[in-house]
């Protein structure tokens, strides 16, 4: 996108949409598998943290290779 004094900016696009439905499809997933309202509770708090959890995992698998 060209500016009126010629400089150009880069404008990434939105990446909140791609974290929405990882959340929306996690939130599924664990709700699915509650049974009580603390499991549901729980599971809505995996699904907003679910990124963190699935980094750590893939940084420990390339740590042992």
Same mark, same amino acid.
């Given at each position: 996108?060209?500016? +009126?004094? #010629?400089?150009?900016?880069?404008?990434?696009?939105?990446?909140? =949409? @791609?974290?929405?439905?990882?959340?929306?499809?996690?939130?599924?997933?664990?709700?699915?598998? +509650?049974? #009580?309202?603390?499991?549901?509770?729980?599971?809505?708090?995996? =699904? @907003?943290?679910?990124?963190?959890?699935?980094?750590?995992?893939?940084?420990?698998?390339?740590?042992?290779?």
């Amino acid at each position: 996108m060209a500016m +009126a004094n #010629g400089d150009k900016r880069y404008y990434p696009p939105p990446s909140g =949409a @791609v974290y929405g439905l990882g959340f929306i499809g996690a939130v599924i997933y664990f709700i699915q598998q +509650a049974s #009580g309202f603390w499991e549901i509770i729980l599971a809505i708090l995996k =699904a @907003v943290v679910w990124p963190a959890i699935l980094t750590y995992k893939l940084l420990e698998l390339l740590r042992l290779q």
